[in-house]
């Protein structure tokens, strides 16, 4: 797909998209980077083509690699100017460090990182079997897997 397709695309998806919507940001990118850039193609081009009589919440994810101090939150860094961004064209905002929907996600990769261990003992009911995880943790993650694919794509 041409950058030009995929711009005219993007603005035809965010002036159609409806109620909430939502945006998953790495917070513990490496370097200077950082989770969200005034210059991306979000800020750019998907932000400015949202519309606020049609978009109710612009809920932001922002998920942290697992063993890392999170470089970034919600009331820390370039969040915050996204936030300002986001208020800016009348639309509402919430945000989330590290929601444990996407947590499960990570953890279902890495099952015996100290962080899952705790995560998964207080979650749900989910039982560890040996070193691996339940059935129904598995069809949760899976489930789940779809769901973020489907989202990643509309963002």
């Known amino acids: 797909m041409t950058g030009l397709t995929f711009a005219?695309?993007?603005?035809?998806f965010a002036h159609g998209a409806r109620g909430s919507?939502?945006?998953?940001?790495?917070?513990s990118n490496s370097g200077n980077r950082e989770a969200y850039s005034s210059t991306s193609f979000f800020a750019t081009v998907e932000l400015p083509s949202l519309q606020p009589s049609l978009v109710t919440l612009v809920n932001i994810m922002v998920a942290n690699d697992l063993g890392?101090?999170?470089k970034e939150t919600c009331s820390?860094?370039?969040?915050l100017r996204l936030q300002s961004d986001v208020m800016k064209r009348g639309l509402s905002y919430s945000c989330v460090d590290n929601p444990k929907d996407?947590?499960?996600?990570?953890?279902a990769n890495n099952p015996t990182n100290s962080e899952c261990q705790v995560l998964l003992s207080s979650s749900w009911g989910l039982h560890r079997v040996g070193t691996g995880i339940s059935n129904s943790w598995i069809c949760f993650t899976v489930t789940l897997i779809a769901f973020v694919s489907v989202l990643a794509n509309l963002v």
């Open 8 to 12: 005219s695309t993007s603005i035809q």
């Open 21 to 27: 919507i939502g945006l998953l940001l790495n917070g």
């Open 68 to 70: 890392v101090t999170a």
């Open 76 to 79: 820390t860094g370039s969040l």
């Open 102 to 107: 996407i947590r499960y996600l990570q953890c």
